[in-house]
């Protein structure tokens, strides 16, 4: 825990609990690098609760194109909001779909980042078998 708590201390809930078990078998070299791709794609709730608002003031779907959902964004927009009633679920559960979508992100993150220490290593080994 002590890992998320000094690269990313801005997480808070379910999100620092994921991100903390994708930390716990890093490298501090591989977690600080975690830590500055995943900061830098990770999305903030507030932003999407504000752009779910602004779904009532005629931009239906903002918030579901900012969560990189292109085709319920696009749906949203032709649709009204589903006629405001998506909207209006989406202004509830805005949380959740911020956490779904960081979760994924932290998971690829984490995969990519564990995947390019272990080409180095491997790199490594080879350069220093011949």
């Not at 931009?59 to 927009?77: K, S, T, V």
């Not at 559960?93 to 564990?114: G, I, K, P, S």
């Amino acid at each position: 825990m002590s890992k998320i708590l000094h690269y990313l201390p801005e997480l808070d809930g379910d999100e620092q609990v994921h991100v903390a078990m994708l930390m716990k078998s890093m490298t501090e070299e591989q977690a600080d690098q975690f830590a500055r791709i995943y900061r830098a794609q990770r999305k903030d709730a507030t932003t999407v609760l504000l752009l779910a608002v602004a779904g009532f003031l005629g931009a239906a779907g903002l918030h579901r194109f900012y969560l990189e959902e292109i085709g319920m964004g696009l749906l949203y927009l032709f649709t009204g909001g589903l006629c405001v009633v998506g909207t209006l679920f989406d202004l509830f559960r805005y949380q959740q779909l911020t956490f779904e979508y960081n979760r994924h992100r932290a998971d690829d993150v984490a995969t990519m980042v564990q995947g390019v220490y272990t080409e180095e290593e491997e790199t490594d080994d080879g350069a220093d078998a011949a």
